[in-house]
Structures are given as C-alpha cells and as structure tokens.
C-alpha cells in the first residue's frame, strides 16, 4: 500500500487527470449544445425567409469555407451543425409547437378577442383561410398573431370556411363568451347577410350568450384610397419629388393588385410608415385625410 507523501503525490495526480476528464467532456457538451442551438437559429432564419428546407446544407457547406479562412481552428465546430432537409424541417416543427403553445397559453388568458379573416387562393389553387387573432389581457398585454393558415380542399362555402374557424378555435381551446369582433375580406361567404360567416358566427355565439359582435369589413380600402389618390401620375411625381427633397426613410408607396385585403399587408405597412409625409403632401395639396390625424396625434 502507498504510504506517505507518495500517496499525496498520487493523489493530486489522480484528481488532475480526473478534472481535466470533467474539463474536456463539459467541453464537448458546451460545442454539442451551441451546435444544436445554432442548428435551430439557422432553421427559423430559413422559415421566416420562406426558403427550401435543403438550403440549410448549402448554409453549412458556406460556413465551413468561410471558417477555413477566418478561424481555421474552429472548423470542426461548423462541421457539427446538422442542417440537412430533414433536420431543418424537424427543427421548423418543433419550434412551430413551442410558438403554439406559448400563444394557446396567452389565449387562454384573454379577457377579450377579435379575429381576422381571409380567403385567398395560392399557387397551386388551394384555397387558404388565414386567421389572425387580436386579444388582450387583465394586465392590459396585447396579443397579435396569425393563429392558423388553413387550408381549404374542396368548396369555399360559408359553412366549410366555418368548420375551418371551428377547427382553429377548437385546437387553441377557443371560446366564444369573451369574441368581441370579427374583421372580414369583401367575399359573399364572407358577409352574405343570412348564410355568410359572419352570420354563423353570430347564430352560433346566440346560443351561449356571449357578447354581441362587432363587424368590420375590409379596413384596408382606407389606406388604398390613399394611394390610389397619390398614384395620379402629376401627384406621383410630386410626391416621389417631396419624399426626395425631405430625405424620407421610404422612396415611394406600394401599389396593390387584385387580391383581398389581408394579401395586401405591405400597402397598409408602407401607408403607415409614410403616414407624417402623406399628411403633409395633402395637406399642401389642400386635402384632409383626417384618419391619418387622428394615427400622428397620438405620437
């Protein structure tokens, strides 16, 4: 048996060798974990640009290259991202259930809603009802988030786009006694006075008592209003002309085409952002748009 100082010596060794164990596999586990977390950054970049899932190999192999040269050292660490077309759309997933999670939660906490609605076709001739939903809490904490896009198969009658809203409402545990409003685009099954959404919706709330409803339709022509004003070629050039000379952040309007309202979200963006300027072109112009007054007094 080691006796002594020998066995001291042992010792401190021993617990030296088993530190710089400890040290190495905290380590590895700090790469592993940055890796996975950067894995997860990169695939939510990927969704919010709308981008192909198998980008995120391309991204790697760039990274990879770039590091070659910037810190060759720390290759090894890019060359542990997983970002193939599996991993991005699994990672997508599981970030799209946590954000689901997190808003069933604040949902489940509204005082009072309202909800937007909008049936557009895409690309492939689907028909997609997108539902955004507007609430807020006894603190006073406001929520606005598109809560589902949900596609339509076969007709687009009012009652499948109600199965549609009930499905959703269902799925976030949704219920009617605290639904203030809705908003809807201009379609007949939309606001069709009898059998239109909005109809239902109201048929349906009666029966549990919940508060009346209130209904807008198509805010958006508001805006679009002012910008088709502006899109007269003499005032157009006046006005591109006017933004110039004030070095205003935004060139120039957007132009809308022929799609419903919610599909024209970047038109109202832009009105808003260019909400002072538009005031003032009109009111040299000696025109009022009194809606607008109303959005830069409360600034």
């Known amino acids: ?31 592993s974990e940055a890796s996975v977390k950067a894995s997860y950054t990169i695939a939510q970049k990927i969704a919010a640009k709308s981008k192909p899932f198998t980008d995120g190999e391309f991204i790697k192999e760039c990274m990879e290259a770039a590091s070659e ?9 890019f060359s ?5 077309g ?29 909800l937007a609605l909008d049936e557009s076709t895409d ?4 028909a997609q009802l997108a539902i955004f939903i507007l609430g807020i809490d006894s603190n006073f904490n406001i929520t606005e988030e598109l809560a589902a896009l949900f596609p339509i198969k ?25 639904f203030s409003g809705v908003i809807t685009d201009g379609a007949p099954s939309m606001v069709r006075k009898n059998e239109g959404i909005v109809a239902l919706i109201k048929k349906e709330m009666s029966t549990c008592g919940a508060l009346k409803l209130m209904q807008y339709h198509c805010i958006i022509h508001q805006e ?25 952040e935004q060139g120039d309007v957007i132009y809308f085409t ?15 952002d260019l909400k002072n300027e538009i005031f003032e072109f009109a009111a040299s112009k000696g025109k009022q748009f009194e809606q607008l007054n109303d959005y830069i007094a409360l600034e």
């Open 80 to 84: 542990k991202l997983s970002l193939s």
């Open 224 to 248: 679009n209003n002012f910008v088709q004003n502006l899109s007269r070629a003499l005032n157009h050039r006046e006005f591109k002309n006017f933004l110039s000379e004030i070095e205003a």
């Open 86 to 114: 599996l991993t991005v759309a699994r990672r997508i997933e599981e970030l799209g259930t946590d954000i689901e999670s997190t808003l069933k939660e604040r949902i489940s906490k509204f005082i009072f809603y309202l």
């Open 123 to 126: 690309l492939s001739d689907t």
């Open 258 to 272: 022929d799609v419903r309202w919610l599909s024209r979200g970047k038109v109202l963006k832009r009105v808003f």
């Open 69 to 77: 040269i910037l810190c060759p050292s720390k290759k090894q660490l």
């Open 154 to 178: 076969d007709t687009t009658k009012s009652c499948d786009i109600f199965n549609a809203l009930n499905s959703t409402l269902n799925r976030f545990d949704i219920k009617l006694n605290n």
């Open 1 to 31: 048996m080691i006796q002594g100082q020998l066995r001291i010596d042992k010792f401190v060794l021993l617990m030296k060798s088993i530190q710089g164990q400890s040290s190495s596999i905290k380590k590895c586990y700090k790469d």
